[in-house]
């Protein structure tokens, strides 16, 4: 059995109280110390007892700190995002793999130390895990402002298509591979005559500007594997057919 120590400063007295519920829940025997400026938690776990209490523990810094620091981090760079996209922000970091090292961390360190006050912990013995967290909302969060961004351009592309009054019949397009081209346009008139683009940004553009009523694709699971294909289905949604 190993002896341990929790230490808690005042100000976290309501996770002290909430850990040694948990505890008591687990069947994990302690004792319940206050003193003037600190409240501690005293404990002779086995083993995988002390892996649960950390695992606990790891909870109650992610959702009193880690939590609290993305959300500090997202409203001083950004300021931009509503309470759902800074949750699906927050939930995304949590899930990296650098916060599931908290209970391991913890672990050893209670293994070698004997006691932990678990906050001063994550601020002073897990930077590098902090530093992850922040890189990784920041990763997040241009993700979102990049769909932000993305659908207001769709939104834009469908207003063009659907009042340009300029518009040829068929477009037929051939995906294979990463790659997918535009092969022929019906009715082919000079204007259209030249050869088409490659590249996904030329692609886009000429079938905005041709504005077909039909959009023929031969070899649809190669042009939904294409990033460009989500674009070409939102602006031209119903007017696709598949080929194959």
């Known amino acids: 059995m190993l002896c341990t120590r929790i230490i808690f400063t005042n100000d976290k007295r309501e996770t002290a109280d909430k850990l040694s519920a948990f505890m008591c829940r687990v069947c994990i025997g302690h004792e319940f110390n ?27 810094i992610t959702d009193d700190y880690i939590k609290k620091n993305i959300e500090h981090f997202l409203d001083k760079n950004y300021a931009c995002f509503n309470s759902d996209e800074s949750k699906i922000i927050c939930c995304n970091v949590l ?32 930077t590098d895990i902090s530093r992850e967290v922040l890189d990784a909302a920041a990763q ?12 207001d351009f ?31 346009c019906n009715p082919d008139t000079a204007d259209y005559n030249a050869e ?10 000429e ?7 039909r959009i023929l694709i031969s070899g649809k699971d190669d042009f939904l594997r294409n990033d460009i294909s989500a674009v070409i289905t939102s602006v031209f ?8």
């Open 140 to 151: 997040e969060a241009d993700k979102i402002l990049t769909m932000n961004e993305n659908s």
């Open 154 to 184: 769709i939104e834009l592309l469908k207003c063009y298509a659907g009042v340009s009054p300029e518009s040829v019949d068929t477009v037929e397009i051939v995906a294979a591979g990463r790659g997918i081209r535009i092969t022929a």
């Open 34 to 60: 206050e003193y003037s400026d600190t409240c501690e938690i005293e404990a002779e776990p086995d083993d995988e007892k002390l892996y649960e209490m950390c695992c606990e523990l790891s909870a109650h």
């Open 196 to 205: 088409f683009g490659l590249d996904e940004a030329d692609i886009l553009s």
């Open 237 to 244: 949604e119903g007017r696709i057919e598949y080929l194959d």
């Open 95 to 126: 899930a990296r793999d650098c916060v599931s090292e908290l209970p391991g961390r913890l672990y050893v360190y209670i293994k070698v130390n004997k006691s932990v006050n678990p906050f001063a912990f994550y601020r002073f013995m897990c």
């Open 207 to 213: 079938l905005v500007t041709l504005n077909p009523k």
